[in-house]
T-cell receptor
Framework: QKEVEQNSGPLSVPEGAIASLNCTYS??????FFWYRQYSGKSPELIMF????GDKEDGRFTAQLNKASQYVSLLIRDSQPSDSATYLC????????????FGAGTQVVVTP | DVKVTQSSRYLVKRTGEKVFLECVQD?????MFWYRQDPGLGLRLIYF???????EKGDIPEGYSVSREKKERFSLILESASTNQTSMYLC???????????FGPGTRLLVL
C-alpha cells in the first residue's frame, strides 16, 4: 500500500512567520509531487508542484524535495491569515500517469 | 483555465435511492477521477477513467459504479445509497501539460 504521511496539525503560526509543512512518501519511484491548499468547505487547489531535488520558489511559497529521503516540504513565508487552510501533499504514483496519492493534510492556522 | 464542474453542490437523498453525481471538464482531458473526502481520512480514490468507456477501480469502489460515455463527462453512481456514503465527493481532471489534477467544486452528499 503506497502511503503519503503528513502531520495533521493544527500548525499554529503567528502572522508574518514561516510555516513549515512536511510530507513523507513510500513510493520510491515517484517523480512528481504536488501541494494543494484546501479552504474549509472548498475543493483543493494546486499551489505548487516539484519534480527535481532541491528547492522551488513561487512567491511566498517554497517547495523542497529530497527523493533519497523520500520527503517533500512546503514553506510559507510571511504567513497571512488568508493562508489558514489545510495543505494536502500529493504524490504521483509510479507508472500510473495522472493518479495521485494524497496525504490526509496539515491544518495551518495563522494567528494575527 | 481548467474548468471542472459538478452537477450539484449539495444533495440530500434517502437510503436505498440511486444517486447520480456528474462531473464535466471542458479541456479535452482523458483522465478523470472521483474521490470522497471524510474528516481525518483525507481523499480516497473511488474510480478513475483513462478514456471514454474505460474505467478502473480505485481504493474504495464498493457501493459505487461509474459511467463515461463522452470524454468530457464522468459520472459517479451510487446504486443504493447508504448512510455511510454521506461524504464530500470530489471530481478531478488530469492536465497532462501541468501533470496534475484539477478539482471541481465538490458535492456534499447527505444520505438519510
Amino acid at each position: 500500500q503506497k502511503e503519503v504521511e503528513q502531520n495533521s496539525g493544527p500548525l499554529s503560526v503567528p502572522e508574518g512567520a514561516i510555516a513549515s509543512l512536511n510530507c513523507t512518501y513510500s513510493d520510491r519511484g515517484s517523480q512528481s509531487f504536488f501541494w494543494y491548499r484546501q479552504y474549509s468547505g472548498k475543493s483543493p487547489e494546486l499551489i505548487m508542484f516539484i519534480y527535481s531535488n532541491g528547492d522551488k520558489e513561487d512567491g511566498r511559497f517554497t517547495a523542497q524535495l529530497n527523493k533519497a529521503s523520500q520527503y517533500v516540504s512546503l514553506l510559507i513565508r510571511d504567513s497571512q491569515p488568508s493562508d489558514s487552510a489545510t495543505y494536502l501533499c500529493a504524490v504521483e504514483e509510479t507508472d500510473s500517469w495522472g493518479k495521485l496519492q494524497f496525504g490526509a493534510g496539515t491544518q495551518v492556522v495563522v494567528t494575527p | 483555465d481548467v474548468k471542472v464542474t459538478q452537477s450539484s453542490r449539495y444533495l440530500v437523498k434517502r437510503t436505498g435511492e440511486k444517486v447520480f453525481l456528474e462531473c464535466v471538464q471542458d479541456m479535452d482531458h482523458e483522465n478523470m477521477f472521483w474521490y470522497r473526502q471524510d474528516p481525518g481520512l483525507g481523499l480516497r480514490l473511488i474510480y478513475f477513467s483513462y478514456d471514454v468507456k474505460m474505467k478502473e477501480k480505485g481504493d474504495i469502489p464498493e457501493g459505487y459504479s461509474v459511467s463515461r460515455e463522452k470524454k468530457e463527462r464522468f459520472s459517479l453512481i451510487l446504486e443504493s445509497a447508504s448512510t455511510n456514503q454521506t461524504s464530500m465527493y470530489l471530481c478531478a481532471s488530469f492536465d497532462p501539460r501541468q501533470e496534475t489534477q484539477y478539482f471541481g467544486p465538490g458535492t456534499r452528499l447527505l444520505v438519510l
